[in-house]
T-cell receptor
Framework: NAGVTQTPKFQVLKTGQSMTLQCAQD?????MSWYRQDPGMGLRLIHY???????DQGEVPNGYNVSRSTTEDFPLRLLSAAPSQTSVYFC???????????FGPGTRLTVL | GQQVMQIPQYQHVQEGEDFTTYCNSS?????IQWYKQRPGGHPVFLIQ?????EVKKQKRLTFQFGEAKKNSSLHITATQTTDVGTYFC?????????????FGTGTQLKVEL
């Protein structure tokens, strides 16, 4: 089992470009989330999903879109990249609300 | 919205010294989880506490959940170089939080020989 996978590992974008960060899991977990990690600010929730076809906003959703068409995949789309979106992005899954989260290895994104 | 703060932000200790990080929520939590993130890595789950006043131990690590379920602590006895990393608490709001798990700001631990 691969657990939670994220691609790419590293990405450099120019301001205004769009891209999709991929997240896939083979744990059959219903809950999936996207976080961004910035120095001194911990992990901030961007969007999350409690099952296929259901998504909701977290603390910092602006500038990001998500969709959940299957249990396995939860892509994060940056519509028009800005330097403020330079960060490390983590995808995470869990079985339900009160279980541990499993994190992917992260994507390090730089927006110039 | 719910805020979860951790103190200290950074801690340098000599190997063998004890270490404690404190987690404080602005709202009452239904549970508290702790994660460890090694440098360059991703957060890894350590433990979950759900009961008011609960204390759990994992070898040299002791976790506490406050009586009011708004604060928590992680204490490491006799630190080792393998304890290096950033420790995060995370919790679900008791009411009105939905399914959101809010993370604390983290405490970065460095252990020197």
């Amino acid at each position: 089992n691969a657990g939670v996978t994220q691609t790419p590992k590293f990405q450099v974008l120019k301001t205004g470009q769009s891209m999709t960060l991929q997240c896939a899991q083979d744990m059959n977990h219903e809950y999936m989330s996207w976080y961004r990690q910035d120095p001194g600010m911990g992990l901030r929730l961007i969007h999350y999903s409690v099952g296929a076809g259901i998504t909701d906003q977290g603390e910092v959703p602006n500038g990001y879109n998500v969709s959940r068409s299957t249990t396995e995949d939860f892509p994060l789309r940056l519509l028009s990249a800005a330097p403020s979106q330079t960060s490390v992005y983590f995808c995470a899954t869990r079985r339900d609300t009160y279980n541990e989260q499993f994190f992917g290895p992260g994507t390090r994104l730089t927006v110039l | 919205g719910q805020q979860v703060m951790q103190i200290p932000q950074y801690q340098h200790v000599q190997e063998g010294e004890d270490f404690t990080t404190y987690c404080n929520s602005s709202t009452t939590l239904s549970n508290i989880q702790w994660y460890k993130q090694r440098p360059g890595g991703h957060p890894v789950f350590l433990i979950q506490l759900v009961k008011s006043g609960e204390v759990k131990k994992q070898k040299r690590l002791t976790f506490q959940f406050g009586e009011a379920k708004k604060n928590s602590s992680l204490h490491i006895t006799a630190t080792q170089t393998t304890d290096v990393g950033t420790y995060f608490c995370a919790g679900n709001r008791l009411t009105g939080g939905g399914n959101k798990l809010t993370f604390g700001t983290g405490t970065q631990l460095k252990v020197e020989l």
